[in-house]
């Protein structure tokens, strides 16, 4: 008669083992036939970049629009002409239009703007172009950095996914192994449900860094505006090595000025001055001056040339109730916001390369330490407890304990190298400066 204790365990093998069965075609068949990658390089990532990123076409539309501002601002006005037909009379030229009895005026105007007002309507456009200009290349600036974060988060996610299948493959071969020493009456059946417990584990998580390399390549595919090829990219870079050798410098303020956001502000700011220039110049009078020429009908005989006349106007304006103060007051306030949003993206770049800095430096130091001290001595305990374990002279649990601590410290070594290479791009990206 079998024991309590025993039909439970047996119980537990029976529900492990149903368990990996239902799961185990699931996994093979999702490994099966995977698609064949797309090795991409960060260089290449980005080329693609330039021509496919939404952001920055949007950007080069802005730019574009801007520049025909400057198109707007330089025209010049348009002279207007005017017919007038007056003193018919109608008691006689009745009939076709040519045969009436009229006087006749034509008369052409055209406005003279004065105190410079056209140049000042061009250098305000010309700065919103090279605020526009700047623009792009921040939008540029921050959408390359964006994709180097998430191409080295698709790096570190085919790293798990690596690790993980490993330690499933590990497990597996360790259920194996176990399962042939239990039927060889040299093993606990007790050690053979654990160890299936551990491989379903694995197995879960090797899937669920599946579900992260997916969505890692989705994020890289829509940066670069290649969709179709979303489920196949594979980062194929190293990590990088090392950080710059001025990584630790405090940040000049000339290059913080070259920044673009910074050179941005800065035309906007340009721009708002002569806006309050040109606000200012609307007290300047404008003149309008005309031309025409007339035809009376009888033709007088004082007038000569047959009876046509010839005249000229001249009109100005008279500012007797509003002298565009709204004009001015909107102008200088334009101008006073756009030098505080200069100040304050001052303050914003030199924030970002000291916090830059601060984490590269520090992601730096995690890596090595990982990589260098953690990483070797995990790996050294585990392969120690693996030979134990063959020889009997360590329990399970250690066996399982050391495979978890090694595990979790190699994926926390990959996720410092991954941070490590973000923190570098995010540095470089806070120093980048667009020359005029």
């Known amino acids: 008669m079998v024991s309590a204790p025993m039909d439970a365990c047996r119980a537990a093998l029976f529900a492990v083992c149903l368990v990996s ?14 698609a064949a990658e797309a090795p991409l390089t ?33 025209a010049r006005p348009n002279p207007t002409v005017s017919a007038e037909w007056t003193s018919t009379t109608p ?12 006087d006749s005026v034509l008369h052409v105007d055209q406005l003279v703007e004065r105190g410079g007002k056209r140049e000042l309507r061009i250098a305000t456009a010309d700065a919103l172009v090279q605020a526009a200009r700047r623009d792009l290349a921040e939008v540029r600036r921050q959408q390359r ?30 259920v194996n ?12 059946e007790s050690e053979v449900v654990r160890l299936r417990v551990e ?11 599946e579900a992260d390399l997916i969505r890692a390549r989705q994020d890289v595919a829509i940066l670069i505006g290649q969709e179709g090829k979303a489920g196949a990219l594979a980062a194929v870079d190293d990590w990088p090595a090392a950080l710059p050798a001025d990584a630790a410098a405090e940040p000049d303020p000339a290059s913080i000025e070259a920044r673009p956001d910074v050179r941005a502000a800065q035309a906007r700011v340009d721009s708002a001055e002569q806006a309050r220039e040109l606000a200012r110049r609307l007290l300047t009078r404008d003149v309008t001056v005309g031309a025409q ?17 010839y005249g000229v106007s001249f009109s100005v304006p008279l500012f007797l109730r509003y002298g565009f103060e709204g004009e001015v007051a909107q102008a200088e306030a334009q101008l006073t916001s756009a030098m505080a949003a200069r100040d304050r993206q001052v303050l914003i770049a030199s924030a970002e390369v000291r916090r830059a800095r601060n984490e590269a430096v520090a992601a730096a130091e995690r890596k090595r330490r990982l990589t260098e001290e953690l990483l070797p001595r995990a790996k050294r305990a585990m392969d120690a407890a693996e030979f134990a374990y063959q020889r009997g002279a360590t329990p399970l649990l250690d066996l399982l304990d050391a495979r978890r ?20 791009s995010a540095l470089l990206a806070s120093r980048t400066v667009d020359r005029p």
């Open 21 to 34: 069965a239902l799961s185990s075609p699931a996994r093979a068949q999702s490994t099966a036939s995977p």
């Open 42 to 74: 960060l260089a290449d990532a980005q080329t693609s970049l330039e021509t496919g990123n939404r952001e920055i076409i949007a950007a080069r539309r802005a730019l574009d629009v801007a520049a025909s501002g400057v198109i707007i601002a330089g």
């Open 91 to 102: 008691s006689s030229g009745l009939g076709a239009v040519r045969n009436k009895q009229f």
């Open 145 to 174: 950095l964006a994709l180097e974060i998430a191409y080295y988060d698709l790096k570190l996610a085919q790293e798990k996914l690596r690790i993980q299948n490993d330690t499933a493959l590990l497990q597996q071969q360790s």
């Open 177 to 188: 192994a176990t399962q042939r020493r239990f039927e060889a009456g040299d093993a606990a």
């Open 199 to 209: 491989a379903l584990r694995a197995a879960n998580d090797a899937r669920a860094a």
């Open 293 to 309: 020429v007339e035809r009376l009908f009888p033709p007088d005989p004082g007038i000569g040339f047959g009876g046509t006349g």
């Open 405 to 424: 601590t090694a595990r979790a410290i190699e994926l926390e070594a990959a996720t410092a190298a991954a941070d490590f290479a973000k923190a570098r």
